[in-house]
């Protein structure tokens, strides 16, 4: 890998099963603002459907001090193992990374779950720092999982 290739990669243990944390990216992406208002403004959805590869999904964050935009299409999805990847293709984070996606998997554990947060990126030069801060505005989980019970 270069010195533009980045790959981050954070776990969060949580108190909710995988497939419900899953479901909230899956099937849900839209309702992440409604408990996520400081992070996330808008999620919506341009083309296909929710939780379809292929589907193109917009939305709208708060990032490093500034509003920014993303369009993101839905590159796979695994059910079975609780992962959803999205590919950005258009925005804000194209003015500095070549290419960014992230994938997102909950994996059960004996009590609860783990979401491997996987990062992955090129910078369009070497001037361009990592990308740590994107991570924060993922959401609370716990704040995530209110989506489920409240919006099911």
Request: charged share 30%; net charge negative; with cysteine.
């Amino acid at each position: 890998m270069n010195d533009l290739c980045g790959k981050l990669v954070v776990d969060v243990p949580i108190k909710a099963s995988a497939s419900q944390f899953h479901e909230i990216f899956h099937q849900r992406p839209h309702h992440i603002s409604n408990v996520s208002t400081d992070k996330i403004q808008g999620v919506d959805l341009h083309e296909g459907e929710w939780g379809k590869v292929g589907s193109i999904i917009c939305w709208n964050y708060f990032h490093d001090g500034k509003n920014s935009v993303a369009k993101e299409i839905v590159e796979a999805v695994d059910e079975e193992k609780n992962s959803i990847t999205f590919k950005v293709i258009e925005g804000d984070l194209l003015e500095e990374f070549k290419s960014f996606k992230l994938t997102i998997q909950c994996v059960p554990k004996e009590k609860g779950s783990v979401v491997h947060w996987t990062l992955e990126y090129e910078k369009l030069h070497p001037e361009i720092k990592d990308s740590h801060t994107f991570l924060d505005i993922r959401g609370d989980p716990a704040e995530l999982l209110e989506i489920a019970k409240t919006h099911i």
